[in-house]
């Protein structure tokens, strides 16, 4: 994990200009598969050519292509929303198999790890991920700060967490509604849709609102690299990345 940290240390101190976080890998670089339910790993960068072998989530793979960039693709990723994944075709190396996937489902940042207690098993929570690969630590805070400055409505923040690796973790909690607010510097939207998705499970949500037959849908607005999920007009989710910043947030009323 220690190259991941160096990595994005340099980042840091390094770019001013702007520059999407997964456009910047390079030949010989180690991603890692960030989609959930596995990566199809194809012959060819075509959507319908032949599947190698799906790569499951938190797989190793080394860039193996020269001409990164040039096979753009996207993937609508919720059909009713329009809400799409825009990225390129690249070729790959996997042990001793050589495919092409999709890249917007890669990351450099290492996969979420399981954690079993009881016969139970989850992911990790955004603060253990964190504080595991990052070193987040918490920090003194002003307790009477509030999100968007209004006591009455906004929980108040109760918790701050940073990193020298530019990663803020800031938590809210007013008894009412709970919030929790990441920004990291110099993640692409894609790779920030990624991480998401494996801390909230957004592409399970349809699945969520059948099994508890429940008639309010999954509301998605998206907009140039901003997009807002929200559901049951309880819980509402966002990730934008602006200025080389990635800002991902989770509120949830009671």
Same mark, same amino acid.
């Given at each position: 994990?220690?190259?991941i ?26 991603l ?8 199809? /790993? ?22 193996? $292509? ?83 400055g ?19 973790i800031?938590?809210? $909690? ?23 998705? /494996? ?29 807002q ?26």
């Amino acid at each position: 994990m220690k190259s991941i940290r160096t990595f994005f240390l340099i980042l840091i101190i390094a770019y001013s200009q702007n520059v999407l976080a997964i456009s910047n890998y390079k030949f010989g670089d180690t991603l890692y598969v960030w989609a959930k339910a596995g990566l199809n /790993m194809r012959v060819s960068a075509a959507a319908n050519a032949s599947v190698i072998e799906k790569l499951p989530y938190g797989k190793q793979v080394i860039i193996a $292509d020269h001409d990164i960039g040039k096979a753009s693709f996207s993937v609508k990723v919720f059909n009713e929303s329009g809400f799409v994944l825009q990225g390129f075709w690249v070729k790959v190396n996997m042990g001793d198999k050589s495919g092409y996937v999709f890249d917007a489902y890669l990351s450099r940042l290492a996969p979420l790890k399981i954690i079993e207690s009881n016969g139970y098993k989850r992911y990790e929570s955004e603060l253990e991920y964190f504080e595991r690969e990052f070193e987040v630590q918490k920090t003194p805070t002003d307790k009477s700060e509030n999100v968007g400055g209004n006591p009455d409505s906004e929980p108040l923040i109760t918790d701050v967490y940073e990193s020298i690796y530019g990663i803020t973790i800031k938590k809210w $909690d007013s008894g009412s509604a709970n919030k929790i607010e990441i920004e990291i510097s110099e993640l692409s939207f894609e790779e920030g849709y990624v991480l998401a998705n /494996m801390f909230y499970d957004f592409e399970n949500f349809n699945k969520e609102i059948v099994e508890y037959n429940n008639p309010k849908k999954l509301v998605i607005t998206s907009k140039d690299n901003n997009a807002q999920f929200s559901l049951n007009s309880t819980r509402y989710y966002t990730i934008e990345e602006k200025d080389n910043k990635l800002t991902i947030s989770f509120l949830k009323q009671f």
